[in-house]
């Protein structure tokens, strides 16, 4: 079932190419988008690099939550799939992890370039890399409870923002704290475990309070 | 002699009830806050730090005890809401989200106008500070999620999961932001200090304290009132007191 549904994300994604590269630019263009507010100043953006790409990672996982659910919701999927004898977490899981492989993945891979481009040093792009890889699937799997609370609603998609950001809070202060970490040549083990804790309690929790806000949405 | 409790789950009941019991706390609301506010004013000694300025405290202290207090008691009931079904503890959920925002927005308010004359500035992103805010962005977003929703069961269920899920979250972010703050922010300001109060400065402190729960409660009650004649509007009672004359 959790196989079944990732690959039948994944085959949609695979046809629907734009979805995928829209997120992903989104994402390019807001961290481009700092030098040109503040200044092309180096030792400034070198410092203020983690919390950018950090930020922006942020804003485009919320921005392509709206699609986890809602293709499904208007087709009638959704529907069959709360009815069949199929556990609804798993359902769930199996969606926000192939949320995370077509809008994490990218931006995880695609952070060392912009990291070059705000001249961090080696070991930083590694952690940063690192961070986002840990980080982005939380972000995916609390979004999807954001999501499924949102599904069908007038001006969901800002509302989903108001809901899910606060929550993304955490994951933002380790993640960006890690690089900083890492840059200041203070130990950074404790910022990636406690994203790694927050990974897993997310793996537990997050599906099941997300299918328990489907059900309400669909009742 | 067993209480049927029960009996005051019905929104109906549960009417009337608050209709006797709204008078009372309002009364006693107003008695504490006058003394509170004459102890604070004129009875607690001026401080030999901070002089005059530290009365803001009677203010800010409790209405930031009230805020984070307020939302966990509305999660509680939501929560209640959500396993039991039962409708009156949704409505007390939604009635209590607007005056935990409200004590939320004083205490960031009152804290910054505090802040300037101690600090020098109007707002530090200090670990309180801004977990405050954050509480107060979860108070919003509560707020925002139910009034998107048409149908009040969905409104009451999907505002349930948001305020329990954003309850788990509040040890999570209130200990994260710490971390940030101590990571990095230098000594330059520190919030941590308490000194030792005077007697009279704690009792003005305390009876503001519970003028703010009496005041609380009283609006709660207020609120779920209007909320019960909304959504029961339908009904043979609330008609019935239509009829009598007692709601317009």
Request: aromatic fraction near 12%; charge should be neutral.
């Amino acid at each position: 079932m959790l196989i079944w549904i990732i690959k039948r994300d994944l085959l949609l994604a695979v046809r629907r190419q734009s979805d995928v590269l829209t997120t992903l630019f989104f994402f390019i263009i807001v961290v481009s988008l700092f030098p040109l507010s503040v200044g092309p100043e180096m030792n400034l953006l070198r410092t203020m690099a983690p919390g950018i790409v950090w930020v922006a990672a942020l804003l485009a996982s919320m921005l392509s939550l709206g699609r986890m659910f809602s293709n499904d919701y208007i087709d009638g999927t959704l529907e069959q799939m709360l009815l069949s004898p199929q556990s609804l977490s798993l359902l769930v899981l199996g969606k926000a992890l192939a949320h995370w492989l077509v809008t994490g993945i990218p931006l995880v891979l695609m952070a060392p370039v912009l990291g070059i481009q705000y001249d961090l040093p080696g070991d930083a792009l590694a952690i940063l890399t690192i961070s986002l890889l840990l980080g982005t699937p939380v972000l995916s799997l609390i979004g999807a409870i954001g999501a499924a609370l949102t599904l069908g609603l007038r001006g969901g998609g800002v509302l989903v923002s108001l809901l899910v950001l606060p929550l993304y809070i955490p994951i933002l202060i380790f993640g960006a704290g890690a690089v900083e970490a890492s840059m200041a040549g203070v130990g950074f083990d404790a910022h990636l475990s406690l994203i790694g804790a927050f990974l897993l309690v997310s793996l537990v929790f997050a599906p099941w309070a997300a299918a328990s806000s489907l059900k309400v949405s669909l009742e | 002699m067993a209480i049927n409790w029960f009996k005051y789950s019905s929104p109906a009941s549960f009417y009337s009830l608050a209709g006797k019991m709204i008078p009372f706390f309002t009364v006693i609301a107003i008695i504490l806050l006058a003394a509170g506010l004459y102890v604070g004013f004129f009875v607690a000694p001026t401080d030999f730090q901070q002089g005059e300025a530290y009365r803001i405290i009677f203010i800010h202290v409790p209405a930031a005890w009230m805020s984070m207090f307020l939302y966990v008691v509305m999660a509680f009931w939501a929560g209640i809401g959500l396993a039991f079904n039962t409708r009156l503890s949704a409505m007390f959920a939604s009635a209590i989200a607007p005056t935990g925002a409200m004590f939320t927005f004083i205490a960031l308010w009152t804290g910054s106008l505090w802040g300037k004359p101690m600090w020098g500035t109007w707002w530090v992103w200090d670990a309180r500070l801004t977990s405050e805010l954050i509480l107060l962005f979860l108070y919003i977003g509560f707020m925002s999620l139910q009034a998107a929703i048409d149908d009040p069961r969905r409104a009451d269920k999907a505002g349930a999961i948001i305020a329990l899920v954003g309850v788990v979250n509040i040890p999570i972010i209130y200990f994260s932001v710490q971390w940030w703050n101590t990571l990095h922010q230098g000594a330059s300001v520190s919030v941590n200090q308490a000194p030792s109060m005077a007697t009279t400065m704690l009792a003005g402190m305390l009876i503001m304290v519970f003028a703010s729960w009496m005041y609380s409660i009283a609006v709660i009650l207020k609120r779920t009132r209007i909320i019960i004649l909304e959504r029961e509007s339908h009904t043979a009672w609330v008609a019935g007191l239509q009829k009598k004359g007692t709601v317009s």
